[in-house]
């Protein structure tokens, strides 16, 4: 049985430009996903599904394949990350004996370590799931979130959960954006999957989509290495 990575990353970036491999903390910031995918010794193939030269070079340089370049109509700003991934498995399994597993690493997770894609996969394995998601607790009980009307009026969303003590609302997951893990049949079944969730630290959970995000991945990326935060 074979696995390999796919990390998709357009060259189309719009609020930060280049963001796929515009330096961050002295190293092209799609770098630290392929050390974390070569690192984990998971996969016979490390590929990066991008549709720009450029990104291609530096991917090359820091030991991730690029067997093929994608096709514009995969890299615009509407197609989803599981059609990009889908089409990589359809050029690449032939090539393999038998390509059973397939994970999706963004190119915008650099505080993502080889022992946490080890351990998604452990899991995947134990448990026997199709697909496996990264997530993280929710920092505070979104029972409890407020929503405000036209004059800034704060009510409950959920007004039963307010007399509530918050260690005895039940934990909620957000979908961390850092990595996907998917059976085969995830690509040639149309019945759909049910995911199981790798709960990540929080502190290595970080969605880069402006400027204000990168130099805050910065000083936390900074901050997790200075303390050995795992």
């Not at 990350?81 to 050029?91: M, N, P, S």
């Not at 007399?163 to 893990?181: A, E, I, N, T, V």
Request: with cysteine; net charge neutral; hydrophobic share 40%.
């Amino acid at each position: 049985m074979s696995k390999i990575a796919v990390i998709p990353a357009r060259g189309g970036s719009k609020r930060i430009p280049l963001k796929n491999i515009k330096e961050f903390n002295g190293a092209p910031l799609i770098s630290y996903s392929i050390k974390a995918a070569v690192e984990s010794k998971l996969f016979d193939k490390v590929v990066v599904s991008t549709d720009d030269e450029n990104i291609s070079a530096v991917a090359k340089e820091y030991g991730a394949e690029v067997p093929f370049l994608r096709d514009k109509s995969l890299a615009d700003d509407f197609t989803g990350t599981f059609a990009v991934v889908k089409d990589a498995y359809l050029r690449l399994k032939d090539s393999f004996n038998n390509l059973d597993t397939v994970c999706c690493i963004y190119a915008t997770a650099p505080l993502l370590k080889a022992k946490h894609l080890r351990e998604a996969y452990t899991l995947m394995t134990k448990t026997q799931a199709k697909s496996v998601i990264s997530i993280c607790e929710f920092p505070f009980p979104i029972q409890r979130a407020f929503v405000k009307d036209d004059n800034d009026v704060l009510s409950y969303r959920e007004p039963k959960y307010a007399p509530m003590r918050s260690q005895d609302l039940q934990k909620c997951y957000q979908d961390c954006g850092l990595f996907y893990f998917y059976a085969n049949s995830c690509f040639e079944d149309s019945h759909g999957y049910q995911s199981i969730g790798y709960a990540m630290p929080r502190h290595r959970v970080i969605d880069i989509d402006t400027p204000e995000d990168w130099d805050y991945a910065c000083a936390l990326a900074k901050a997790v290495e200075t303390l050995h935060l795992d």
